[in-house]
């Protein structure tokens, strides 16, 4: 069935560090694919979108790119502060239905 | 706008009793959806709606009720509540036109015993 695969966490940064989580995705058609955040406390946040292969979608600062023949979805920031401090989590869309991925807690100290 | 709201926020239910989560959302969506976290967990779909009068099944319906009678609220029944469904229940809603984009409410927080 379709899934969402992305790394482990927790993951700890110094702060303005290179941010990189991995996301892979299997579905049969073609999903859209997004990366939302949860801060402490709170529902999920839609971050960025991408709804066909290599689009890139960029929010914040973050980015991602839609790469169809590595089904991935890899989520990157190029400089990250402590209010980036969250739970990020990868998910598709496929039909009416959503799949998220286990989510990686991220965790930025100055 | 208070977007989707969820009731209660916090509750403890002992094996067996029943209740109802409250899901409300003022955005005139048509989509709705429940999921439930688990603990070092991504989010499953349990149930989810396209409109008033339609309810599909996500990943985990087992255990769960749901019904659409307004756009405006979806309840979740947990009937004969057991300790595996003690997690954190967010609903979420989407218009038709943007659907991809889910606005969530804070969650429930549901303890069994």
């Known amino acids: 069935g379709d899934s969402v695969t992305q790394m482990e966490g927790p993951v700890t940064l110094s702060e303005e560090a290179f941010l990189t989580i991995n996301c892979t995705y299997t579905?049969?058609?073609?999903?859209?694919l997004f990366w939302y955040v949860q801060y402490p406390g709170e529902g999920l946040q839609l971050l960025l979108k991408a709804t066909k292969a290599d689009d890139k979608g960029s929010n914040k600062g973050f980015e991602a790119t839609y790469r169809k023949e590595t089904t991935s979805f890899h989520l990157e920031k190029g400089s990250v502060q402590v209010s980036d401090s969250a739970v990020y989590f990868c998910a598709l869309l496929t039909g009416n239905q959503f799949y998220f991925g286990t989510g990686t807690s991220l965790t930025v100290i100055p | 706008n208070a977007g989707v709201t969820q009731t209660p926020k916090f509750r403890i239910l002992k094996i067996g009793q029943s209740m109802t989560l409250q899901c409300t959302q003022d955005m005139n969506h048509n989509y709705m959806y429940w999921y439930r976290q688990d603990p070092g967990m991504g989010l499953k779909l349990i149930y989810y709606s396209v409109g008033a009068g339609i309810t599909d099944k996500g990943e985990v319906p087992n255990g769960y009720n749901v019904s659409r009678s307004t756009t405006e609220d979806f309840p979740l029944r947990l009937e004969l509540a057991a300790p595996s469904q003690t997690s954190v229940y967010f609903c979420?809603?989407?218009?038709?036109?943007?659907?991809?984009?889910?606005?969530f409410g804070p969650g429930t927080r549901l303890t069994v015993t």
């Open positions: 979420a809603s989407s218009s038709k036109t943007v659907s991809y984009e889910q606005y």
């Open positions: 579905a049969t058609g073609y999903p859209s």
